[in-house]
C-alpha cells in the first residue's frame, strides 16, 4: 500500500501555496501547525516532539524527546518517559536518565492522516486566501479599480480583476445606460467588501459621488494634488451631476481647472459616465451666493432663506423658471441636495399680474393633489402653467395626460 511521501506532500503545497502568493514563514507556520494537529490526535500531545521543516527542498523531520525511566517506575506511562528495555530496542547502550531522540515518520500516521492533511493544508490555504483578498479590498474601499466583464446577469455583473479573482456590480450601483458584453473592460470604485457564505463579496460602484469624485482626481492634477478641493457632489447617475469646488490658491480658478481647455479635461468624465451633464460650481460661504450658483444656469431675482425651516424661497422671471427647474426637475433636485436646503421656485410676476390668477382659485374644478403638484414644480398660477404645452407639462409633472388636459381646459376659459 503506497502512502504520500512526507517530500512529495510539502513540495505540492509549497507549489500551490506560491501560486497563491503566501508567504514563506506563513506557508512553514501552517505546515507546522498542521503536522502538531496530526501529532496531538496520535500521541494526545506535541509538548515533547520538535519539528523541522524545509519547505523548499520539500524535507520534514519530526523528532520525539523522551527520559529513560527503569521498567517498573510509577512515571512509565507519562508522554515524554520511556522504559528502559523499550530504549535498549532503539539503542543497546542507553541508560536510565538519558534522553531519547527517536524520529517519527510521515508514515507512521497512517495512510488516512496523511491524506487529511493533505486536505487541510490546501482548506488552510483556500482560507487564508480569501482572508488576503478581503483584506486587500477593505484597503481599497472608495478607489477605482478596473475589472473585465466575464458574465452578465440580470442582477449584478460579474467581472474578474487583474489576479483574476471574481467583482461584482449589483444593478443598483450600475449607471441606467451602462451595457455590458464579456470582455469588457469596466471602472469602478470599490463600494464594499463583505463576507458572504465564507467568502469575500467585493462590490463595486459607477453610481456613488466618490467615484466622480475619483475622476476628477484622475483627470484634474490640481485635483489630485490638494491645489483644487472638491466640497460635495450630488449625482443623478447618467443624467446629471453638480460638483463644487474650492481653491485655496487665488491663482487657481477651481472651475476653469476642472473644465479644462475647450471642456479636455470635464468631457473625459462625461465620456465614462455616459454622457452625465456635470455642472462644476464654485464653492462659497456665502448661502444666497452658493444657492444662485447651484441653480445655474436660472437666473435668480431674489431669494428667502429660512433656516429654521430648512427651506429656500427663490423668485425668477418667467422665462427663468424652466431653467431653474430642469428636464424633469432635475436642476432644483440636484441644487437643493447640494446646498442641504429644499428649494422652492416662485415665478415673479410682471407688470400684468392683475390679469393672472392664483392655482388655489380653481380649486372647486381641480383637485387639490393636482394644484400641489404644479406648484411642486414651481407653477402657482394659471398663466405660468398655459406658458408650458401639455407634452411638457405630463413630463415635468406625476399627472396623467388626461388630468393635464382637463387642466389646460379649465385654465384656458377663465381667459377667454
Not at 451602462?178 to 462590490?203: F, L
Not at 490638494?226 to 469646488?245: N, Q, S, Y
Request: net charge negative.
Amino acid at each position: 500500500m503506497s502512502t504520500i511521501s512526507a517530500n512529495t506532500l510539502i513540495e505540492s503545497f509549497a507549489e500551490f501555496a506560491r501560486q497563491k502568493n503566501i508567504d514563506r514563514p506563513t506557508m512553514i507556520r501552517i505546515l507546522e501547525d498542521v503536522f502538531r494537529n496530526m501529532i496531538r490526535k496520535k500521541y494526545g500531545t506535541d509538548d515533547n516532539f520538535d519539528i523541522i521543516i524545509n519547505a523548499d527542498k520539500g524535507d520534514l523531520e519530526i523528532w520525539r524527546f523522551r527520559e529513560i525511566v527503569d521498567d517498573n517506575s510509577e512515571d512509565i506511562w507519562d508522554h515524554d518517559k520511556i522504559s528502559l528495555s523499550e530504549a535498549k530496542r532503539i539503542e543497546e547502550d542507553f541508560e536510565i536518565g538519558e534522553e531519547v531522540a527517536e524520529e517519527i515518520f510521515l508514515e507512521d500516521f497512517g495512510r488516512r492522516a496523511v491524506t487529511t492533511a493533505r486536505q487541510t493544508l490546501l482548506q488552510k490555504v483556500k482560507d487564508l486566501e480569501k482572508d488576503i483578498l478581503f483584506q486587500k479590498y477593505k484597503d481599497l474601499v472608495g478607489e477605482i479599480i478596473t475589472g473585465e466583464v466575464y458574465q452578465v446577469l440580470s442582477k449584478e455583473v460579474l467581472l474578474i480583476d487583474a489576479e483574476g479573482n471574481e467583482i461584482s456590480i449589483p444593478r443598483s450601483e450600475q449607471i441606467p445606460k451602462d451595457r455590458y458584453r464579456k470582455g469588457d473592460s469596466v471602472r469602478a470604485i470599490v463600494h464594499k467588501v463583505e463576507m458572504v457564505n465564507g467568502n469575500p463579496k467585493i462590490i463595486l460602484s459607477r453610481t456613488s459621488p466618490v467615484f466622480l469624485e475619483r475622476l476628477f482626481e484622475q483627470e484634474v492634477p490640481e485635483v489630485y494634488d490638494g491645489l483644487i478641493t472638491i466640497k460635495k457632489v450630488v449625482r443623478e447617475p447618467g443624467e446629471r451631476a453638480k460638483v463644487a469646488v474650492e481653491s485655496y490658491d487665488d491663482r487657481i480658478d477651481p472651475v476653469g481647472a476642472c473644465v479644462g481647455m475647450k471642456g479636455s479635461r470635464i468631457h473625459a468624465i462625461v465620456r465614462e459616465l455616459q454622457n452625465e451633464n456635470i455642472d462644476v460650481i464654485n464653492y462659497t460661504d456665502n448661502l444666497e451666493l452658493y444657492i444662485q450658483r447651484a441653480l445655474s444656469p436660472a437666473k435668480i431675482s431674489s431669494i428667502k432663506i429660512d433656516k429654521e425651516a430648512g427651506r429656500v424661497s427663490v423668485y425668477l422671471k418667467p422665462d427663468q423658471v424652466s431653467l431653474a427647474i430642469g428636464k424633469g426637475g432635475l436642476n432644483i433636485k440636484l441644487a437643493s441636495r447640494l446646498v442641504n436646503y429644499e428649494i422652492d421656485v416662485f415665478r415673479e410676476l410682471d407688470g400684468q399680474e392683475d390679469e393672472d390668477v392664483d392655482l388655489d382659485e380653481f380649486a372647486d374644478e381641480i383637485e387639490g393633489w393636482v394644484i400641489d403638484e404644479l406648484k411642486r414644480i414651481g407653477l402657482d398660477t394659471a398663466k405660468s402653467v398655459l406658458a408650458l404645452s401639455a407634452e411638457e407639462l405630463v413630463r415635468r409633472t406625476d399627472l396623467e395626460e388626461e388630468t393635464v388636459t382637463h387642466v389646460l381646459s379649465v385654465l384656458r376659459k377663465e381667459f377667454e
